[in-house]
């Protein structure tokens, strides 16, 4: 199991962060490029909890400062998205075996969707921080699906766009930030991760579900990642 002195947990949304802030009964609070920071102690683990605000770039602007401000050794996210596999129902929980952005279109040059030059169509999440998943979710007898995980700067409702993401990129479920923070988290050499429960099916029905789902499942992810910070401050101490 990995050992870290500092992890930082981000979340896109007030609704995502809400329910980790608030099994901590102290916390401190930083502003900084307009993103909200909270200072948590979990034993001898300090946590540095990230509000980013939703959507690729204040995703990346979150992780970067993470990892350059409050030099975090690890970041775990924890979220909502909408499912694409079939086999995802809403309120399921699905850990990123890799990410990509997949509203990145060269292709008129030859490339494939989802790529940058001198970057890569897909970023993979640690090993060893999804190894500490799945072992959380044996110990708590929690259903954790792995599959690949799409970025984009839209809310998919559209069924054909929705085909597209599973078609081009295998991807499970699609967000707005995983990719983002990902490719900051490879470039500055950071472990990773990102789970999220199914808020929606990116469907017609997209819009109704988030908004009836939203609270429900984003509790659920932060209750899961809660279960990994323990077993991290677990291990540390």
Avoid: W
């Avoid at 979990?42 to 401000?69: E, F, M, P, R, W």
């Avoid at 079939?86 to 990145?104: G, R």
């Avoid at 839209?154 to 479920?173: E, M, N, T, Y």
């Amino acid at each position: 199991m990995p050992t870290f002195q500092t992890i930082g947990v981000m979340g896109a949304m007030a609704e995502e962060i809400a329910p980790i802030l608030a099994k901590f009964s102290q916390h401190t609070q930083e502003t900084l490029g307009n993103n909200t920071y909270y200072g948590l102690k979990l034993q001898d683990l300090n946590i540095v909890l990230a509000y980013s605000k939703i959507g690729k770039v204040h995703a990346a602007t979150t992780a970067t400062t993470l990892v350059l401000h409050h030099r975090v050794q690890a970041i775990i996210f924890s979220g909502v998205a909408g499912g694409l596999a079939p086999n995802l129902a809403i309120n399921d929980l699905l850990l990123a075996t890799k990410l990509c952005q997949a509203d990145i279109d060269l292709t008129p040059f030859n490339h494939p969707l989802g790529f940058i030059p001198e970057s890569s169509v897909f970023v993979e999440s640690d090993p060893q921080l999804n190894a500490l998943a799945k072992s959380v979710a044996q110990k708590l007898n929690l259903s954790l699906k792995e599959g690949i995980i799409a970025t984009c700067d839209q809310f998919v409702s559209d069924p054909k766009r929705k085909q597209s993401f599973a078609q081009h990129f295998g991807a499970s479920a699609v967000e707005m930030e995983g990719a983002s923070l990902g490719f900051v988290c490879r470039d500055f050499n950071i472990p990773f991760c990102v789970l999220r429960s199914v808020s929606d099916t990116a469907d017609g029905a997209a819009p109704v579900d988030f908004d009836a789902f939203l609270h429900q499942s984003a509790q659920i992810s932060a209750d899961f990642v809660y279960a990994m910070l323990q077993e991290l401050a677990i291990n540390k101490s």
